[in-house]
């Protein structure tokens, strides 16, 4: 069976009992501040579990994108180098929300496997929670019971808390689970060792391909378990593994998924799978992870320097570094992957095929940038092991070691490889303890605490009515209280509110909470999953009174139309620059507007001038707001709205339109285009691969902008009076200043050589050297010290001793020629410091040259004649 059967049989099947399959969400997770990227399939329903949200369906079958490489589940180390833990991999996964619990999740999985598949069951194997006394939690011996009933009791085994009790996260819903194995070895080797001692024993081809998990607790916050009167059922499957089992393979690798991409591979490196260990990992790890990059840039997230864009520029580079060492690939050639990807995968998920160009630039450019990085580190670690060789020793210092992996991405294995060519290793402890100090440093920047809701009234939905409305009276249903940085907030949960909270690019609002009695600000409103919580630095004293909630008006309607101008300029880039923009993020402020697009070159002054006026035109069209909420997906498809990829599935969405500009969008907007006043385009510029940003302002910000522009301008006019063109005037002075300034400096050097001149004529004679002790008259410090050494080269037996005034500051310069210094063993350096006392200075250099400065010009001549003193008086020659 091909992988596409395998997929389609899974969802058919659950969709035969009564199961709603909705599509994978984004692998990117956007509202989520706990959780960077998708890393099972229950995280789109966490709400659904929290009980935050109630579900349109009780059953829910579907395939979710994952990413296991941060966090709680972290396989990187994995990929590879084993042949069944991937960074990107689908889960398939069937839910019941309050409907069927273990009976029907055990039996529909046990008939899936083996009876539509058609899967041996004695080569299956279960898993049952054993329980745990310190939560007093006994045996799961109900799910135990419904095993019975297809399989052997030899083979239902026990297992512990670690595998078999699954928690969302410290506190939240958890729950038993059963997990189902598989025994892939061939018979010989399953006649040696029975497979249930290899159950959960990490062996290659005994392996976990189902989790059911029971949800039916909540924990606390400390730590106590409460029964939820709700029980649910989340299961998790791993596909590629399926896949295996299937596809009678001993590998991922060797599926349908991965063997073309392994091809590829193998054709454009020379190297064929499975003739040698090394170059088999590489070529695991990077069509792995190419997977892991594409479906992330596709799903919106590009690589970058922080954050989630961080976690995967650092996968990617893993993959560049493998390519680089184990298949000697010294150019960029992952990219060259990514239609091989989309004729595997392209079916089921639409979104790389439709951003084929952009996934195949950003990877390319990534690639070429590592590669430049990787020649740069491996030329310092060159220089850092040259320099240890010559101090005889045959360590790297952890430091330097941790340098090359934190700036240069060197992984610790791969400094060491090239160390180990030269005969070298690093200081493995001093690493792992800069490791160590590093990962507390940025554990306590993440450093949070929340406590338990406290809950003042039931409500399961918490309304927004803030496109409407700006104030309106509000009751606290549930608060906590949370600590950030040491510092005590609370967040609250009103009954409904006209506050907006943070998405979409839209910041949250401000406003107050006000009644007879009080006033609570709220300083910002943000969206955990679907909870819109306020948060504010104090507690209500009567938490259960009535409040008027009050929106900051002035900021919420500047917010608004930024947003507005934001789809406006979508709309205006789509027409001068082509179809191809679109969106990649943005910014929407009070004060400011951010808009990041795909685009492949620079936009010249002239289309940023056309897209300037484009908006403006819309603006004066005073096109109104129509907006409609809780449209179809298809329909407002169907309206011309620009959808995107990587947004969250939803059955309805909400479609805002001003004139011929179409969006899906959840943000606030003007009621007219006309309400934004104006728009300017302050800058342009690249922030990764094809993807250009704007930064841009409206109304009050522009007219103010414009306004100090105008003064500027009127200063200027105010410079050059009467002048009836100016910018010939600016011109004209500009090139009057070069010209004068060219005259200047050829005077300056007439005079200089004219000083020159004289100083060597007047120098005094003595034995073995001349002497001129002199102030001179020069610029500026760096004069004096090319005076000196211009006399040097024409005479070398010449000592000076100058002094000179500049802008109101006194230098000195001393010069010796090797007869004094190297023969006499005088020292300007030091001589320079003695006769700087004079002019309240310093200064330093070498033996044979030295400078100071000092705030005393007046002291000069004395500094000059004590210089002079100190050289005859030194050769006896004084007088
Ligand atoms: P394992 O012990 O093999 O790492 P797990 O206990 O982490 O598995 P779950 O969190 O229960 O796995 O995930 C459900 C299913 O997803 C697993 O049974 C497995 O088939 C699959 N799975 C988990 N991690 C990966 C991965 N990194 N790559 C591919 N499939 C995976
Ligand atoms: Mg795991």
């Known amino acids: 069976m091909t992988s596409q059967a395998i997929r389609k049989a899974f969802l058919e099947f659950f969709e035969t009992r009564g199961h709603h399959v909705v599509p994978s969400a984004p692998m990117v997770l956007k509202n989520d501040p706990t959780l960077m990227f998708s890393n099972a399939g229950m995280n789109q329903f966490k709400d659904l579990f929290l009980g935050n949200k109630k579900s349109e369906y009780s059953r829910i079958a579907d395939t979710q994108k994952c990413l296991r490489v941060t966090g709680k589940h972290n396989d990187l180390e994995e990929v590879g180098h084993d042949t069944y833990h991937h960074t990107m991999f689908e889960m398939l996964g069937n839910w019941s929300f309050g409907d069927y619990f273990k009976e029907d999740a055990i039996s529909w999985g046990w008939e899936f496997l083996t009876g539509k598949l058609g899967l041996e069951a004695d080569r299956m194997y279960v898993t049952v929670f054993e329980g745990d006394e310190k939560d007093g939690l006994e045996r799961d011996s109900e799910a135990a019971e419904c095993w019975k009933k297809h399989l052997p009791e030899a083979r239902i085994l026990d297992g512990c808390k670690k595998d078999n009790f699954w928690e969302m996260g410290d506190t939240g819903p958890c729950g038993p689970c059963s997990e189902i194995h598989i025994d892939l070895r061939n018979d010989p080797d399953r006649r040696a060792i029975d497979g249930a001692d290899l159950v959960n024993k990490d062996h290659p081809q005994v392996i976990e391909i189902w989790n059911l998990v029971f949800i039916q607790f909540n924990r606390k916050s400390d730590g106590s378990l409460e029964s939820l009167p709700e029980k649910h059922v989340d299961t998790g499957m791993g596909f590629e593994r399926l896949c295996m089992a299937m596809q009678g393979k001993q590998s991922n690798y060797d599926t349908d998924l991965f063997q073309p991409l392994i091809k590829a591979l193998g054709e454009k490196t020379g190297t064929d799978y499975g003739e040698n260990e090394a170059a088999d990992i590489a070529m695991r790890v990077v069509s792995d992870h190419l997977r892991a990059i594409a479906f992330s840039i596709a799903d919106g997230q590009l690589p970058s320097n922080n954050k989630a864009g961080y976690v995967i520029r650092r996968i990617l580079r893993r993959a560049v570094r493998y390519g680089y060492t184990y298949l000697s690939r010294k150019e960029a050639f992952i990219h060259e992957l990514v239609p091989v990807l989309i004729e595997i995968m392209g079916g089921t998920f639409p979104e790389l095929d439709a951003q084929k160009e ?211 300029m979508h709309h205006a880039l789509r027409e001068v620059l082509g179809s191809h923009v679109e969106q990649k993020g943005s910014l929407v402020e009070p004060g400011y507007l951010r808009f990041d697009f795909s685009h492949f070159q620079k936009m010249s002054a002239g289309e940023i001038r056309k897209v300037e006026h484009r908006v403006n035109e819309m603006i004066r069209l005073n096109s109104k707001l129509d907006e409609r909420r809780s449209v179809p997906m298809h329909e407002a498809r169907n309206m011309g709205a620009v959808a995107l990829f990587g947004e969250k599935y939803g059955d309805t969405v909400r479609v805002i339109r001003f004139g011929d500009s179409i969006e899906l969008c959840g943000g606030t907007h003007a009621k007219s285009t006309g309400q934004i006043g104006s728009f300017r385009i302050l800058k342009e510029s690249s922030i990764a691969a094809g993807i250009r940003r704007i930064e841009a302002i409206t109304g009050e910000a522009a007219e ?92 070398p037996d010449l000592a000076l001793i100058l002094g000179a005034e500049t802008e109101g500051k006194a230098n000195l310069a001393i010069l010796l020629p090797s007869f004094l210094h190297a023969e006499k063993g005088l020292n300007a350096a030091q001589m320079i410091r003695e006769v700087a006392k004079s002019i309240q200075g310093g200064g330093g250099g070498q033996p044979f040259f030295a400078t100071a400065g000092g705030k005393n010009p007046a002291g000069l001549e004395a500094a000059i004649s004590a210089g002079r003193r100190a050289i005859l008086e030194a050769l006896g020659q004084a007088g």
């Open 704 to 795: 103010e902008y414009i306004d100090a522009r105008l003064d500027t301008m009127a200063e200027i006019n105010g410079l050059f009076e009467k002048q009836k063109d100016l910018v010939r005037a600016i011109r004209s002075t500009l090139e009057d200043n070069s010209r004068l300034s060219k005259a200047m400096e050829a005077i300056h050097r007439k005079m200089l050589a004219e000083t020159a001149a004289r100083l060597e004529s007047d120098a005094e004679d003595y034995r073995g050297f001349r002497l001129n002790a002199s102030i001179v008259k020069v610029e500026n410090a760096g004069q004096l010290r090319d005076l000196a050494f211009q006399l040097k080269s024409k005479d």
């Open 358 to 568: 952009l996934i195949t630039k950003v990877i390319r450019e990534e690639e070429q940038a590592f590669l430049a990085t990787l020649e740069t580190g491996i030329s310092l670690l060159d220089q850092l092991s040259e320099k240890a060789e010559a101090a005889e020793q045959t360590l790297l210092s952890g430091k330097d070691a941790f340098t090359l992996y934190d700036t240069f991405g060197f992984p610790l294995d791969l400094t060491e490889l090239i160390l180990a060519e030269k005969g070298m290793s690093v200081d493995r402890e001093a690493f792992e303890k800069e490791m160590e100090a590093q990962k507390n440093r940025s554990r306590k920047d993440a450093e949070r605490e929340s406590g338990d809701w406290i809950v003042l009234e039931e409500d399961d939905k918490e309304e927004f009515v803030g496109y409407d409305w700006l104030e309106t009276e509000v009751r606290i249903t549930r608060y906590r209280e949370i600590t950030r940085k040491k510092k005590t907030y609370y967040q609250l949960v009103l009954n409904l509110t006209p506050f907006y909270a943070e998405s979409g690019g839209q910041i949250g609002d401000k406003g107050v909470l006000e009644n007879d009695r009080e006033q609570i600000e709220i300083i910002d409103t943000v969206k955990e999953n679907e909870l819109i919580l306020h948060l504010s630095t104090e507690l209500p004293k009567d938490p259960t009174a009535s409040f008027q909630a009050r929106v900051d008006q002035h900021r919420r309607l500047c917010t608004a139309n930024n947003h507005t101008a934001t789809h406006l």
